[in-house]
């Protein structure tokens, strides 16, 4: 402290101390502790209230739209048999059948969108036996106080209705359309009067809730076939999957946890990535800091940098082209007769990693290139003088000095990959499974549900977090060796 | 242990970019002999002292150790072991690692390694500090650690690159004597590059004096001192004055030259004839005040004072000539500014053909 006041006087003390400050509490405290917030609590629509809420709005959409109906009709031109389309306000809860998986892939990730399916009953066979007064109505048909709740895994299912203690009610489409009308504007009253209660007493509740965090570790039934199961059990992730708990079966359905399938996979790559990029990276750096003279390392290190001068994602996209069906290796191939049909290559989880590694290769270069330049030339020729072998000079001697260097690579280029998302997003173009960092956003992006996302994304940094520690742990990188990389 | 000996047959030495560090040279070095090779810094010495220790290979010629041709054999195939001018330990190995790190090379099991380490520690008087890393170490602890790392692979020769370079002056008489006890105790040829003439002085056993890739000199440090072969060597190993002139007459071991300040007689170990341009060289502790056979006239500029020694310096005709004496009061006549006679043996001073001269501090200090 008194070192810095000498050396740099008061004013710069001062802004250093702030801009530490700043750093802490910007980059690292504040959007921590509010993912963590958002992830601590139930997301919004999943509270009762907005089931009251959204069960008013649609009893007064199904009023206004019953209206305009009328009209029509009372001028005798008929329906145009249109389906009401469903207001964007008129989000219903996903229904648990909405969140089974349709796809038979274990890799496949729920859309979970907020849509609620219609259900059949509204214009299906059900209806048959009654006279339909009127075309069927998304709002009309949600429109009931025996609307369900949200509730978690391992809970009963509730009711709007039975759990406050409304009167069961329903707008019936065979009834004459002045009394729909009526029974939904009885309902709107009803929902909007539980709506404004319960608003009030959820405020004052404990709002914190882990249930965001139960998304991630719940199970979801996967529809298979008897022939697709035998076919799908005897695959070894899948029994793979089996050992780690991720996949179960229960009463003869096959469950997977899919968030948990989905996190380990992007880990599992990740680490794969960051593996293969070492391997790489580490006879690269050698050859340019130390197995070249200088003057000619220096060409070296600019074919390094050169690629790495184009924006990622034209990089990214430039690797589309090369693995089309028409692309460039399909084509080379081809044309050396080695295929008949062109490989896919955009379905194989293996393009995408390829593709990461490049991407973030030169995080893992320069570190280590850094670090490895900073080695006396003479330890290396000690070593060999003393009857090393090139392979314990580089054991007994490189590894050690370049750790920091190595370490720092690793953690940034696992740290890039494991969070990367425009590769896996633009290579394989929806038609593989998802990264987790696709997951997140879709969690918070394309079903609204950013208190998951949240919940999904802070789980994610934590186990990040854990890894990045255990693998210092075990380099037994020290954190003041890091200091030394620079 | 038991030294080996080295043969240097028509070694030259040319780099990929065509800079000629060795001229085709021949040595002998004999087993369990100290050897230094002085000279300044780029004349080849250090390049010389590479191929032995196998890091380059010659251009032409031979590199024997033992009689054996060690052309195709890597530095960790050769029975050398060199010490780095920089001593290069591993800093991140303790110190016992350090001095074992040539056995563990050698598949040495890790009981028998530390034993050797301690052992050798002991031999260097750093029994106690096995367990630390080089960087706690003193600069002369950690010279100790180089040398007996050095010696863990029981080389034949040692092969040391100017390692007292780093240390200040006490230390560097100090080590002086610790190494040169080292090599009579272990009976390992050591090959020792330095430029420094007074290490080479105290501790060898015989001396090359090297110029521009050419060693110009091989001997005692006797004989380089006191009868050097080259103008180079006269004027790098100690400090002398030179007069240039002309040889006029030469009697048998005697020859007069005729110089800008007289004619002098002195040795003429090279056998030069009359009329051959020459130099003579004569220390400044062989000058003295007062007239000799040979006498020449100068006026004191600076008389610099070192305890015990006196240093004077006269200026005669143009040029600086020194004369160093024991401080026994026969000086205190002499004042500033003064012409003053000095004198000097004819066996005391020698000529040698006309060449070239190391540099002398002054010049070095204006490059």
């Known amino acids: 402290m008194r070192g810095l006041l000498t050396g740099y006087g008061r004013g710069l003390t001062l802004f250093f101390f702030l801009a530490v400050a700043l750093w802490g509490l910007v980059l690292i405290i504040l959007p921590q502790l509010t993912m963590l917030e958002r992830a601590l609590t139930a997301p919004k629509r999943a509270l009762d209230s907005s089931v009251a809420a959204a069960l008013a709005r649609d009893a007064r959409t199904c ?36 969140m089974a998986v349709p796809s038979a892939s274990a890799m496949a990730v729920p859309s979970a969108s907020g849509m609620a399916v219609p259900s059949l009953s509204g214009m299906g066979p059900g209806g048959e036996g009654r006279k339909a007064a009127r075309p069927y109505v998304l709002q009309c048909d949600r429109a009931t106080t025996h609307s369900q709740l949200v509730r978690g895994e391992g809970e009963d299912q509730a009711f709007l209705d039975t759990a406050y203690g409304l009167p069961l009610l329903a707008v019936p489409d065979s009834a004459p359309i002045a009394a729909q009308k009526r029974t939904a504007a009885e309902i709107a009253e009803l929902a909007q009067v539980l709506y404004l209660d319960l608003r009030e007493r959820e405020a004052s509740a404990n709002p914190y809730t882990l249930g965001n965090f139960g998304w991630l570790v719940a199970a979801r039934a996967i529809p298979l076939s008897p022939g697709q199961k035998v076919i799908e059990d005897a695959k070894l992730s899948k029994r793979l999957m089996g050992l780690a708990g991720l996949r179960f079966e229960r009463d003869g359905e096959t469950y997977e946890r899919i968030g948990l399938i989905t996190l380990s996979r992007t880990l599992l790559f990740a680490v794969m990535a960051t593996g293969l990029a070492l391997i790489l990276c580490y006879p690269m750096a050698y050859k340019v800091a130390l197995a070249t003279p200088p003057e000619r390392a220096l060409w070296l290190f600019l074919g390094l940098v050169i690629p790495y001068a184009i924006v990622e994602l034209m990089r990214v996209y430039a690797w589309t082209t090369i693995i089309d069906s028409q692309g460039l290796i399909n084509g080379l191939l081809s044309w050396a007769g080695l295929i008949d049909e062109p490989l896919q290559l955009k379905r194989s989880p293996a393009t995408v990693f390829v593709v990461i590694v490049y991407t973030y290769v030169l995080f893992m270069v320069f570190p280590i290139y850094n670090v490895m330049s900073t080695l006396d030339r003479n330890q290396i020729e000690a070593a060999r003088d003393l009857g090393a072998s090139p392979w314990r000079v580089h054991a007994r001697i490189i590894i050690p000095h370049a750790k920091p260097g190595i370490a720092v690579g690793t953690i940034a280029t696992f740290m890039l990959a494991a969070g990367a998302f425009s590769v896996p997003r633009i290579i394989s173009r929806g038609l593989q499974a998802e990264w987790f960092s696709q997951t997140i956003y879709n969690k918070f992006f394309e079903s609204e549900n950013s208190n998951v996302g949240a919940a999904y994304s802070f789980s994610y940094t934590l186990v990040c977090f854990v890894i990045v520690g255990l693998f210092m742990w075990a380099m037994r990188t020290r954190l003041r060796d890091f200091a030394r990389v620079q | 242990m038991r030294g080996k000996d080295v043969r240097l047959s028509g070694v030259s030495i040319t780099y990929p970019n065509g800079f000629t560090a060795v001229q085709p040279t021949d040595l002998h070095i004999g087993a369990g002999e100290f050897f230094s090779i002085l000279g300044p810094s780029g004349c080849g010495k250090t390049t010389i002292l590479r191929a032995v220790s196998g890091f380059i290979e010659p251009s032409r010629g031979q590199v024997l150790i ?17 010490i780095f001018q920089n001593l290069a330990l591993f800093p991140l190995m303790p110190v016992w690692e350090n001095v074992a790190f040539g056995l563990e090379a050698r598949g040495v099991s890790r009981r028998a390694r530390r034993d050797r380490a301690q052992e050798l520690l002991e031999l260097v008087a750093l029994g106690d500090q096995a367990g630390k890393t080089p960087g706690e170490l003193s600069g002369g602890q950690r010279q100790r650690v180089a040398i007996a790392r050095a010696l863990a ?37 050591f090959i020792y590059i330095t430029h420094d003439q007074g290490e080479a002085l105290t501790m060898s056993d015989r001396i090359a004096v090297m110029n521009a890739g050419v060693i110009e000199q091989v001997g005692t440090g006797d004989e380089v001192y006191s009868d050097p072969a080259t103008a180079f060597a006269a004027s790098f190993v100690g400090e002398t004055n030179h007069f240039e002139g002309r040889i006029e007459s030469a009697a048998p071991g005697l020859a007069t030259i005729a110089t800008a300040h007289g004619r002098f007689r002195a040795r003429n170990p090279g056998a030069l004839a009359a009329g051959a341009a020459a130099m ?17 006239a100068g006026r004191l500029t600076r008389r610099d004072l070192e305890g015990p020694f006196l240093n004077l310096f006269f200026q005669a005709g143009g040029q600086e000539v020194a004369l160093h004496m024991t401080n026994d009061g026969r000086a205190s006549g002499v004042t500033a500014g003064e012409d003053t006679e000095l004198g000097f043996d004819a066996e005391q001073a020698v000529v040698l053909p006309a060449g070239e001269l190391a540099h002398t501090g002054k010049e070095m200090a204006a490059q």
Do not use: C, W
């Open chain 1, 63 to 98: 009023i206004s739209v019953l209206d305009a109906y009328a009209a029509p009709v009372a001028q005798g031109q008929g329906s145009s048999g249109g389906m009401a389309v469903p207001s964007a306000s008129g989000m219903a809860v996903p229904s648990a059948s909405a």
């Open chain 2, 66 to 82: 033992g009689g054996e041709d060690m052309a195709g054999s890597g530095p960790n195939a050769r029975p050398t072991a060199l």
């Open chain 2, 153 to 189: 692979v029981e080389p034949a020769v040692l092969l040391l690159d100017e390692p007292l370079s780093a240390l200040d002056l006490k230390l560097r008489q100090h080590m002086r004597a610790e190494l040169r006890a080292i090599q009579r105790k272990t009976g390992v040829t």
């Open chain 2, 280 to 296: 003579l060289f004569v220390r400044p502790e062989a000058l003295r005040l007062g007239a000799a056979e040979n006498r020449l």
